[in-house]
């Protein structure tokens, strides 16, 4: 049997966590922290020897996407498991995407969680699921939201199951995500790491160099990136947002529907946003969104359809993607855009009354309207210009909302 020298392959900020696993302490384990903690790294090795250890445990892992499954948690399973020198007992399928022990035929199951009927094609073939591991659980909606995955996925018998939730803390200490981390409960372990708790070796001189590069130019965005600290600082650009659930009751009753998009595709998502406008009580209801990496023009279309009801008003500085979408029948026009035009489109969105999202239906653009902070500079000087990064959906709906804005400075809200 193979020998494997865990003190070579787990940090020592995750000894104790690995002792408490061993003894089944817990049932839900909120493994927080920066970039380089290496917690993911923890988190797959516990899984496979949770495999090896209990012949009838299976796992299932969820991403919020299906194209985020590949070249993250299914690449870390397969890294791990070749760092462990156990890769041999496995068989790595990508179509259908799981990992399967060829002793015994038990599976890791990858699935993105943006489609419910998918919890329901798990195929185990045996056993029962012990582990499910939700990554990046700050890109699912709420609680509820995984809530109901679990009850669907832990059904069964009585055995003992056990939850991962790995995140890099959102800036707002207002997301769900942070809030629920701190609500005490029985069976519920939560731990931080950073990279600082990793041997430099693992790292690299490069990591490292970076790492204290932000630090010395940019410290607050250093603790959020590397240490993984909320660290809001009432900086918060839209403080009018308000989450909750848009009812289908509400939404039939909405009459001034305007649609956004912003265009992406590798590297940055692409973003749709469809909302109501208030214009008389100054409310802002969004509650429909496409979105996601590596979208193909024809892709969004098939997506999008259902809502061409009205004319989207997507940006401008990708006109062959909207020639493309005009040929297959959208109703889509540029933004107009101009000097000035981002900040006047924000300072108009912060004088809102409200800004109701619908979390389930609009996940990104929660997380974004949230999360989006003005900076400061080395010296803690806020930086007077709104950041141009991670403001995809606020993009997509400045330009949905482009005809209703007047050339009138809207009044500031007080950050």
């Given amino acids: 049997m193979t020998k494997i020298n865990l003190s070579k392959l787990i940090a020592p900020s995750f000894y104790e966590l690995h002792r408490e696993l061993k003894a089944e302490l817990y049932d839900e384990y909120w493994l927080k922290g920066g970039r380089g903690s290496t917690k993911s790294t923890f988190i797959s090795i516990e899984i496979l020897l949770g495999l090896i250890r209990d012949p009838d445990a299976n796992a299932v892992v969820f991403r919020r996407y299906q194209n985020e499954l590949r070249d993250t948690v299914f690449g870390q399973f397969e890294w791990s498991a070749a760092k462990m020198g156990i890769a041999h007992l496995f068989k790595f399928q990508v179509s259908p995407m799981q990992i399967v022990y060829i002793p015994t035929g038990q599976k890791i199951v990858f699935k993105a969680a943006d489609n419910p009927k998918k919890m329901k094609s798990i195929n185990l073939g045996k056993g029962y699921i012990k582990y499910a591991w939700f990554e990046e659980v700050d890109q699912f909606t709420s609680m509820d939201e995984i809530r109901n995955i679990l009850q669907s996925l832990f059904r069964g018998e009585n055995k003992k199951r056990i939850s991962f939730f790995s995140y890099n803390p959102p800036k707002s200490g207002r997301s769900w995500v942070n809030q629920e981390a701190k609500i005490p409960k029985p069976g519920r372990r939560v731990h931080h790491s950073t990279y600082l708790d990793v041997p430099k070796e693992w790292l690299g001189e490069r990591f490292l160099a970076d790492a204290e590069h932000l630090k010395k130019t940019d410290e607050t965005a250093y603790r959020h990136e590397y240490l993984g600290e909320e660290v809001g600082t009432g900086l918060e ?6 989450l909750r659930t848009i009812t289908q009751d509400e939404i039939e009753t909405f009459d001034c529907i305007r649609q956004g998009l912003d265009f992406g595709y590798a590297v940055d998502p692409l973003c749709f946003e469809r909302m109501h406008y208030d214009r008389k009580r100054r409310r802002l209801y969004l509650f429909a969104e496409i979105s996601g990496l590596n979208l193909f023009n024809r892709q969004f279309w098939d997506k999008v359809k259902q809502y061409n009801d009205v004319v989207t008003i997507a940006d401008s ?15 889509i026009k540029g933004a107009k855009k101009g000097p000035g035009s981002v900040e006047f489109g924000i300072k108009f969105l912060q004088d809102l009354e409200q800004i109701i999202i619908d979390p389930e239906r609009c996940p990104l653009a929660a997380k974004e309207f949230i999360n989006y902070s003005l900076e400061t500079d080395r010296n803690g000087i806020v930086k007077s210009e709104f950041p141009d990064k991670d403001n995809h959906s606020i993009d997509c709906v400045r330009y949905g909302l482009e005809d209703d804005m007047d050339r009138k400075e809207p009044r500031l809200r007080a950050l």
């Fill in 317 to 331: 500085a990708e006109p062959k993607s909207i020639a493309e979408l005009k040929s297959f029948g959208m109703k």
């Fill in 237 to 242: 650009v839209f403080a009018n947002v308000e």
